[in-house]
């Protein structure tokens, strides 16, 4: 879960003015632009316009800073960037005539990162800045630390930790020569360091900083709730609430503190898995967030983007929804934060989730209504010569509808989660391409291992396709799914068993056997035994304590479980061949290793089943009797 916390960074326009001529009236414009008189220093820069020497340039630049910093402006962020690129172009063309100084081309770029980091555009702004930072030198060092600064913040936005740490490193040392300069900016480094080291995961590192956060700033809002994400990072979630509660109510930043709040006690209730708890808090931070927007200044809508963090808070909000068993809202938040994270493969995942989930929910609450309709096809006779008749026409397979895919609109079907499946297939790097994996999955942390993340994204879309009534397409992900030696043992094997639906649909009844044989189930077992050994040989290795050759009991128990359902596949399937006797013995073997308890269901059905096709009929009316089952039952395969 995206965790957000605050930091003092307020970055600003900067006035740049140089020039021999009517220096007064420059320093008269600079103090205005300082003490925020925006519409002074704008009559005073438009004077200059029409009667100075000055570079016509910088004083436009300046002219249109304050157009949009005064009170009551009429001009927005997108009004702001299109003129600071009109001047850059501009600028542009007369370089390729004479030459333009560096600090004034330098004052213009920044001020177009900063656009594009208020509109939260981290990657336009990163470009921008790293070219401004390898030609930092010459410039002048107040406008060298608001470059520096702003990029570790859009570097820390975006979790680059990498780039983020040379330009702390470069801070650290230009700060140790410069004590005035250093001491001034001291508690802003510090809380660098804190987040720095804290998407990093080094808490060791990052408990050293907040105590030098503490000592710096006191216990501030923004101390406080850098100390309270070191202690969620330690899974001390009792402690991280009780820092959130002690934090003051404001805070010097522009940072709404309520909004800030209720999302992190949401992701801390997440966390500890008290799903409907982080429902209640996440929907008080979209409560919060909507208000602060609302309460912004007008006229000057960069306040207004800063505290905005609707779709971040929507993603969360979406995901514990998900955990909630409430699919379908949490579609709809997450639909909209797929409108600003379309580059997250996870979301996609997640995304496809929701629409099962809603898909299962409908088809549930259908077969309730409907349990006894689709069995009973009506009832004739009366007293000892009453009979009931059976249906005998059900429809296991849904229609093939796969047509017109890409022409889906965002709503809870099976047809969008495959669309979204594929997105997220396309998002992520080949299967096979060597190298460290980097895969953007704003806004959380960068995915750095998929092979899981890809695992899940087959299985449901052979699931997907499945219900489709598609075995062809469903066939694919299948048998990829089953052959990802670094998929989790529980999906490889799931992909077998839709492998093996798939086809039986397709008439290919010997290869489906293939699928759910013992020996290739075995293997993929073995292999996945084998690796966790290997695994935890390389964990022994780093200093860590894992149980010997035991998988953990939540793995063990899902391994368990796709096995059991494998086993009552196969024997439908030689049932289907009418090899009753084998399909007899395989199930009987299967039962001698359950308690009486842990039976399910299907495997007395399909035991009654083969009693009845070999004539036995008072066997079967004996199971029935001993077991006293329910006859609804869910598919096998799913």
């Not at 333009?100 to 921008?128: C, G, M, P, R, W």
């Not at 449901?460 to 043992?489: C, H, I, M, R």
């Not at 050994?533 to 894992?546: F, L, R, V």
Request: hydrophobic share 40%.
């Amino acid at each position: 879960q995206h965790y957000k916390s605050i930091t003092f960074i307020e970055h600003q326009a900067i006035l740049k003015m140089t020039g021999e001529e009517t220096i007064n009236t420059v320093e008269v414009a600079k103090t205005q632009f300082d003490e925020g008189r925006y519409s002074g220093c704008l009559t005073t820069l438009t004077t200059m316009n029409s009667t100075s020497a000055l570079n016509i340039k910088q004083i436009q630049l300046n002219m249109i800073l304050c157009s949009y910093l005064k009170k009551g402006s009429e001009h927005d962020l997108e009004w702001l960037l299109d003129n600071l690129y009109t001047i850059e172009g501009k600028m542009n063309k007369e370089s390729e005539e004479e030459e333009i100084d560096e600090v004034e081309k330098a004052v213009l770029l920044y001020n177009i990162a900063l656009v594009h980091f208020q509109t939260k555009n981290f990657d336009k702004a990163v470009v921008i800045l790293e070219k401004l930072f390898k030609l930092i030198e010459p410039l002048e060092e107040g406008l060298v630390y608001k470059i520096c600064f702003l990029l570790v913040e859009c570097y820390l936005s975006t979790y680059q930790t990498e780039g983020a740490a040379i330009v702390v490193y470069y801070l650290d040392k230009q700060m140790a020569t410069k004590t005035a300069d250093g001491d001034m900016h001291k508690a802003r480094m510090h809380q660098y360091k804190t987040r720095l080291f804290a998407q990093q995961k080094c808490l060791k590192a990052c408990k050293r900083e907040i105590k030098n956060v503490l000592s710096v700033s006191g216990t501030t809002a923004s101390s406080l709730f850098l100390k309270s994400e070191f202690e969620y990072l330690r899974n001390n979630f009792k402690k991280s609430c009780k820092l959130l509660n002690s934090a003051p109510k404001s805070c010097p930043s522009k940072e709404h503190i309520p909004t800030l709040y209720y999302n992190n006690f949401g992701c801390m209730h997440f966390k500890m898995k008290k799903y409907n708890l982080g429902v209640l808090y996440l929907s008080q931070a979209l409560e919060a967030n909507t208000k602060a927007v609302k309460a912004a200044p007008q006229g000057c809508n960069s306040t207004m983007y800063s505290i905005n963090h609707h779709y971040q808070i929507l993603y969360n909000y979406g995901i514990v929804l998900l955990h909630a068993g409430q699919p379908k809202a949490a579609f709809n938040c997450l639909s909209q934060a797929a409108t600003v994270y379309s580059r997250n493969p996870r979301l996609w995942l997640r995304i496809a989730e929701c629409a099962i989930g809603v898909v299962k929910q409908s088809q549930e609450n259908e077969q309730i209504q409907n349990c006894k309709s689709s069995t009973v096809k009506a009832i004739v006779g009366s007293g000892i010569y009453r009979k009931t008749i059976l249906n005998t026409n059900f429809q296991n397979h849904p229609k093939k509808c796969s047509a017109g895919l890409l022409s889906e609109e965002p709503t809870p079907s099976l047809t969008y989660a495959a669309l979204c499946l594929n997105n997220a297939l396309e998002l992520l790097p080949p299967s096979n391409s060597g190298g460290p994996v980097n895969v953007s999955a704003l806004p959380a942390a960068p995915l750095k291992d998929v092979s899981k993340l890809r695992a899940s994204i087959l299985c449901n879309l052979a699931y997907v396709w499945l219900g489709l009534g598609d075995p062809l397409q469903a066939l694919k992900p299948a048998q990829e799914l089953f052959s990802l030696t670094a998929a989790p043992v529980n999906l490889r094997l799931l992909g077998s068993v839709y492998a093996a639906e798939a086809l039986i649909l397709l008439n290919r009844s010997n290869e489906a056997t293939n699928c759910l044989a013992p020996e290739f189930v075995g293997a993929i077992i073995n292999s996945a035994n084998c690796q966790t050994k290997t695994n935890e040989d390389d964990a022994s290795s780093t200093g860590s304590s894992p149980i010997p050759g035991k998988v953990p009991a939540t793995q063990e128990t899902l391994v368990q479980d796709v096995h059991n359902i494998i086993i009552l596949n196969s024997v439908a399937l030689y049932c289907m061949k009418r090899d009753l006797n084998r399909a007899k013995r395989i199930l009987a073997q299967h039962l001698s290793t359950l308690n009486d308890g842990e039976i399910p269901a299907q495997a007395t059905m399909l035991l009654v089943y083969i009693e009845l096709r070999q004539g036995n009929t008072e066997a079967a009316l004996s199971i029935l009797k001993q077991q006293q089952i329910n006859l609804q039952l869910p598919a096998l395969t799913t």
